[in-house]
């Protein structure tokens, strides 16, 4: 018996609610954006400017829409996320990370978070982490050459402050396989090695047919 979905069900790939994402080139238009989009994301919930300025933003943010908003377009259509040579592959949703290693038995990302992403004291919020991970997460299992998996659970340690303006490297890899079930291990250490973070989920193989 195969362990292939592909072989019994043709449209696997399209389960889940996945597109089918293949690398994008927008030109460097897109990679500008991004990087005035992100900068703009940190002075959003941290400049304090008189009435007249937040006008003028918001005159200016209104214009932006404005512009983009005929080209809005489905999902896996756009360039975000599918620009692996750009910060996040593209996308803002993501804190801005660089893949560094992408092999079977793991993978390793060099990530930096901004003021954006500031829960409180300058420090990371912690729900931003999980986030993070679940990412981590999904690139472990296509490294490992596994089928489409969705997340069953993902468990997140705190072990001490996660920080800003700061080069830290996130890791992850599969612990164990049982049939459909992935177990993954990740961890967030700063430039000195030291543990900020570590997550243990389960990633879940979709059966034929499963949304």
């Known amino acids: ?7 019994i069900d043709p449209d696997y790939d399209k ?5 089918n994402f293949e690398a994008a080139e ?11 989009m992100r900068r703009a994301q940190d002075l959003a919930v941290s400049a304090d400017p008189d009435t007249e300025t937040w006008e ?9 829409v404005k512009l983009l908003d005929p080209f809005e377009a ?8 599918r620009v692996p040579s750009l910060p996040g592959s593209g ?18 990302l060099g990530v930096h978070f ?9 420090a990371v919020h912690g729900g931003v982490l999980p986030l993070l991970f679940d990412s981590v997460f999904g690139m472990v299992i296509h490294a490992a050459g596994r089928p489409i998996s969705r997340t069953a659970f993902l ?8 920080p800003i303006d700061t080069p830290l490297v996130a890791r992850g890899w599969v612990r164990e396989v049982e049939g459909r079930k992935a177990f993954v291990n990740a961890e967030l250490r700063d430039r000195d090695e030291k543990l900020l973070a570590e997550a243990h989920g389960l990633m879940i193989r979709l059966l034929p047919g499963q949304p």
């Open 1 to 7: 018996m195969t362990d292939d979905p592909h072989l």
């Open 15 to 19: 389960h889940g609610g996945f597109p």
């Open 26 to 36: 927008p030109g460097p238009g897109f990679g500008r954006f991004l990087t005035a």
């Open 56 to 64: 003028q933003a918001a005159d200016r943010a209104e214009e932006l």
């Open 74 to 81: 489905p999902e896996g259509v756009g360039p975000a996320n």
């Open 91 to 108: 996308s803002l949703l993501m804190p801005p990370y660089r893949v560094t290693r992408f092999e079977p038995d793991g993978v390793e």
């Open 114 to 122: 901004s003021r954006f992403a500031v829960g409180g004291n300058y």
């Open 155 to 162: 468990h997140v340690d705190y072990r001490n402050v996660t």
